[in-house]
């Protein structure tokens, strides 16, 4: 094994430490607590929550409360917020260091879903040079002692590209790290991610670690960007999706790049469950769904079940599963409901082999990114710009 491989698998995050160099990016819907345990079951890493308004936050909106609440379990609780105001982002930032509700806390400048870039948060953010550095100067006093990290992407478009000044912007602020979707707004989440501007960003940011996102499918893509861009990290979305055991994989596989343990060893570990072990973990999902729910204005079983729904898919992709099961499952009810359905599967039908993995959840096509009027015509932000801005940030209650 050269030295090259012979480093140590944790990522220094400020004054935290992870364990394998592995981050869950924040997914709306998706990476709630219940989600969050259920890949913790079975790998290691950096969990990190939905992505979290930061209005409603300070608003204190019970939905807002509820996505950032952390299981016990849950002994490094990551929260990820967004926001378009300075101001904002910091109380809300207080509001989650004085009440001692994460241990560490990130900021979303790349979403390029159109609700969030038209109001000129997200992905569309970082052109305003000043509003973006602002945002994370601000964010990094109020969280002190708390490790604060920036998630971005390459820029609006390749004609507007804006991850290096924003990521010098960010280490300069403070930041404790930097992670980059190798994708523009515009892609959105098609086409290859572009590996190269990950190796291009760690060249470029020196002192604080840099972590890589985009197209991490497998524990050995993983690896590769690693090894192809030099970054710290990898971030992984859409790879785990219906596959929590992929934390599994990503843990043996970068303690075998370490040393800790021999490629056969790793591949030994790789987790390919049969059609049973993916009943259960469907199962379990569930379960720590139906806890995470619980206390709304219905059950927190039936929520659970409505939940889960559009999980059926990513879970069973490649196996042979059976219309009406899927069918069945789709339209779930009730836990006693899955059980019956479940029961009727062969549990022993193997792992399906490549039919499992690659690409899942959304991709579809590029598209122009929605930005505010006359976004684009300056790197600064206007007095009336920043006055739309303030009142958009004011008039958002969602969490």
Known sequence: MSAKTLTQPKLQIGNIEVDVP???????????????????????GLYVSEMITSRALVERTPESLRLIRHHESETLRSIQLYGVDPKTVAEAVKYLVDEDLADHIDLNFGCPVPKVTRKGGGAALPWKQDLFRGIVESAVDAAGRIPLTVKMRMGIDDKHLTYL???????????????????????????????????????????????????????????????????????????????????????????????????????????????????????????????????????????????????VAWYFKGYPLGSEARRSLALVESLEQMDEILATLDRDTPYPGIGAEGPRGRAGNPKRTVLPEGWLDSRLLSTAESCELTETEADTSGG
């Open 22 to 44: 592995v981050v869950l990016a924040p997914m709306a819907g998706i990476t709630n607590t219940a989600f969050r345990r259920l890949c913790r079951e079975f790998g290691a």
């Open 165 to 311: 000044e924003a990521a010098k912007a960010a280490e300069g602020a403070g930041a404790a790290a930097v992670a980059l979707h190798a994708r523009t707004a515009n892609q959105h989440y098609s086409g290859q991610a572009r590996w190269e501007a990950i190796a291009t960003l760690k060249q470029t940011i020196t002192s604080i670690p840099v972590l890589g996102n985009g197209d991490i499918w497998s524990a050995d893509d993983a690896i590769r960007m690693m090894d192809e861009t030099g970054c710290d990290g990898v971030v992984v979305g859409r790879g785990c999706l219906g596959r929590p055991w992929l934390f599994g994989d990503l843990a043996a596989a970068f303690r075998a790049r370490s040393g800790e343990i021999t490629a056969e060893q790793a591949q030994a570990a790789l987790i390919q469950p049969t059609l049973g072990g993916v009943a259960d973990a469907l199962r379990r999902h569930t379960e720590l769904l139906a806890d995470f729910f619980d206390g709304g204005g219905i059950s927190g079983e039936e929520r659970a079940c409505r939940d889960i729904r559009k999980h």
